[in-house]
């Protein structure tokens, strides 16, 4: 025995190798020897990505890589070569760019794990070529910017589910130990019925390169650079950000919002021109209801200099919660459990993928996603939107006959898109006068 370890660490180390082993056979019978992973979007989060799913277990390699951006790909490879070198499978030859990489990377047989990590404007796509192509599939948050987006999703889960694939999504909540027990407690009755909760993403401006535009750049290159803006890609901020906590919401409720009614609008943000600065608000407060009539409020502001809070609290007839990352407070007691949510979600995705136990996040990330669309659309329209007749069209008798009206379908994604097409910007939305989207016939 090794002299350094003690007899409880000599037995955890005795688990933990038969673990591995008994999760290789899984791996085995599937015919790979190794998680290798294949990233899609090497950005700030898909970076991090990498380094979070090589932490989450030893038999973790990255075969291969793709950005939009050439330049943005090969340095991802040499950075990870050059600190991890012995992990990396991933050669020129298997590092992609442009609009079309994606599908060069899914194509190669030795990827089993695709991470997405691109604007969430592109995920929908994505998510269907990766099932399409027999990936397990670690995905970002949102998954969609619009209703076509939500629809194809959802189908994808459902094809994901029946070819046995694993697909874990990046609402690392759900994958962070103090809300999990905070959940677990609030289901097993601690704060009685739910009646009400908040849920707040209150934030600062994020960042934009408003001022680079070069003159060679054309609209798609531009949007592409300054994503977060265009509501093609981003979704706006209630759908790419506050996604997390409505997700919350609906995890703490075990159901999605019946309707939402809402407003928002673009108090701070530059409202110049839509083709330089972007079309999407900097405020929302939204009213869910759920259910039996439990009604959430939820307030989402990307504005300097007030104040910040990032968190969410339910009421129930026996009790309250108040959580943020960190703190998980129940009946005013905080519960102090530590947590690595970004590995975390790694682990629980290889660990299915190993043991072949199910895993597919993909149908509950589409239901928040779509929760956070319905609130923007609610705010844009300064309609109540009901949650069906968004997502499956408002059903109608018309002369005895079923006729489906489907007048909030929204579908943003310019196709066929190239990067050197003109892409005249939307107008920022005018409250009341906004009506969806969708591709001329
Ligand atoms: N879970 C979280 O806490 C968290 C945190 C940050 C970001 N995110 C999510 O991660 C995603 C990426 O965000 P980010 O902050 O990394 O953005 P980013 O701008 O830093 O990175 C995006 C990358 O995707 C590349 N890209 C764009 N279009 C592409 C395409 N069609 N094919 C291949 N590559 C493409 C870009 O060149 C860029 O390198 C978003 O969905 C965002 O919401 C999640």
Request: one cysteine or more; hydrophobic letters at 35%; glycine letters at 10%.
């Given at each position: 025995?090794?002299?350094?370890?003690?007899?409880?660490?000599?037995?955890?180390?005795?688990?933990?190798?038969?673990?591995?082993?008994?999760?290789?056979?899984?791996?085995?019978?599937?015919?790979?020897?190794?998680?290798?992973?294949?990233?899609?979007?090497?950005?700030?989060?898909?970076?991090?990505?990498?380094?979070?799913?090589?932490?989450?277990d030893?038999?973790?390699?990255?075969?291969?890589?793709?950005?939009?951006?050439e330049?943005?790909?090969?340095?991802?490879?040499?950075?990870?070569?050059?600190?991890?070198?012995?992990?990396?499978?991933?050669?020129?030859?298997?590092?992609?760019?442009?609009?079309?990489?994606?599908?060069?990377?899914?194509?190669?047989p030795?990827?089993?794990?695709?991470?997405?990590?691109?604007?969430?404007?592109?995920?929908?796509?994505?998510?269907?070529?990766?099932?399409?192509a027999?990936?397990?599939?670690?995905?970002?948050?949102?998954?969609?910017?619009d209703?076509?987006?939500?629809r194809?999703?959802?189908?994808?889960?459902?094809?994901?589910?029946?070819?046995?694939?694993?697909?874990?999504?990046?609402?690392?909540?759900?994958?962070?130990?103090?809300?999990?027990?905070?959940?677990?407690?609030?289901?097993?009755?601690?704060?009685?019925?739910?009646?009400?909760?908040?849920?707040?993403?209150?934030?600062?401006?994020?960042?934009?390169?408003?001022?680079?535009?070069?003159?060679?750049?054309?609209?798609?290159?531009?949007?592409?650079?300054?994503?977060?803006?265009?509501?093609?890609?981003?979704?706006?901020?209630?759908?790419?950000?506050?996604?997390?906590?409505?997700?919350?919401?609906?995890?703490?409720?075990?159901?999605?919002p019946?309707?939402?009614?809402?407003?928002?609008?673009?108090?701070?943000?530059?409202a110049?021109?839509?083709?330089?600065?972007?079309?999407?608000?900097?405020?929302?407060?939204?009213?869910?209801?759920y259910?039996?009539?439990?009604?959430?409020?939820s307030?989402?502001?990307?504005?300097?200099?007030?104040?910040?809070?990032?968190?969410?609290?339910?009421?129930?007839?026996?009790?309250?919660?108040?959580?943020t990352?960190?703190?998980?407070?129940?009946?005013?007691?905080?519960?102090?459990?530590?947590?690595?949510?970004?590995?975390?979600?790694?682990?629980?995705?290889?660990?299915?993928?190993?043991?072949?136990?199910?895993?597919?996040?993909?149908?509950?990330?589409?239901?928040s996603?779509?929760?956070?669309?319905?609130?923007?659309?609610?705010?844009?329209?300064g309609?109540?939107?009901?949650?069906?007749?968004?997502?499956?069209?408002?059903?109608?008798?018309?002369?005895?006959?079923?006729?489906?009206?489907?007048?909030?379908?929204?579908?943003?994604?310019?196709?066929?898109?190239?990067?050197?097409?003109?892409?005249?910007?939307?107008?920022?939305?005018?409250?009341?006068?906004?009506?969806?989207k969708?591709?001329?016939?």
């Amino acid at each position: 025995m090794n002299p350094t370890l003690d007899r409880r660490d000599f037995l955890t180390a005795g688990t933990a190798a038969a673990g591995t082993l008994a999760f290789s056979a899984g791996l085995y019978a599937q015919g790979m020897s190794s998680i290798n992973v294949g990233i899609i979007g090497c950005g700030g989060r898909g970076s991090g990505a990498l380094r979070d799913v090589l932490d989450a277990d030893p038999e973790v390699k990255i075969a291969a890589i793709c950005d939009l951006n050439e330049g943005r790909a090969k340095s991802t490879l040499r950075a990870l070569k050059n600190k991890q070198a012995d992990r990396v499978m991933a050669t020129e030859e298997t590092t992609f760019h442009g609009l079309e990489g994606y599908k060069k990377l899914l194509a190669l047989p030795q990827v089993n794990y695709v991470i997405l990590a691109t604007p969430p404007g592109f995920r929908p796509d994505h998510l269907e070529a990766a099932v399409e192509a027999g990936k397990h599939i670690f995905t970002e948050k949102p998954v969609a910017v619009d209703v076509a987006g939500v629809r194809k999703c959802l189908d994808v889960a459902r094809r994901a589910r029946d070819k046995g694939l694993k697909i874990a999504a990046g609402t690392q909540r759900r994958h962070e130990a103090g809300y999990i027990e905070i959940m677990k407690r609030i289901h097993n009755g601690e704060i009685g019925d739910i009646l009400a909760g908040r849920v707040y993403w209150n934030g600062t401006t994020p960042w934009n390169h408003w001022d680079k535009r070069r003159p060679e750049m054309s609209d798609v290159e531009y949007q592409l650079f300054n994503w977060y803006h265009f509501l093609w890609l981003s979704g706006d901020h209630i759908v790419e950000q506050h996604i997390h906590n409505i997700d919350v919401a609906n995890w703490a409720l075990r159901a999605n919002p019946i309707e939402v009614t809402g407003m928002g609008g673009r108090s701070n943000r530059i409202a110049g021109d839509p083709n330089l600065h972007g079309n999407i608000f900097d405020h929302f407060a939204v009213e869910l209801t759920y259910p039996g009539g439990v009604v959430i409020q939820s307030y989402c502001r990307q504005i300097d200099g007030c104040e910040n809070n990032v968190s969410e609290a339910f009421v129930g007839t026996k009790g309250k919660t108040r959580t943020t990352s960190g703190s998980y407070i129940i009946n005013g007691k905080d519960l102090d459990i530590p947590s690595r949510p970004y590995v975390q979600e790694h682990i629980d995705l290889v660990r299915a993928i190993k043991e072949n136990k199910p895993l597919n996040e993909l149908e509950q990330v589409t239901y928040s996603t779509f929760a956070a669309i319905l609130g923007r659309m609610a705010a844009y329209s300064g309609q109540r939107l009901k949650w069906d007749e968004v997502l499956y069209g408002i059903k109608k008798k018309v002369k005895g006959e079923e006729v489906v009206d489907d007048r909030w379908f929204e579908d943003t994604m310019p196709r066929p898109l190239t990067l050197d097409m003109k892409l005249p910007a939307d107008p920022v939305p005018v409250v009341g006068r906004w009506r969806p989207k969708r591709p001329k016939a």
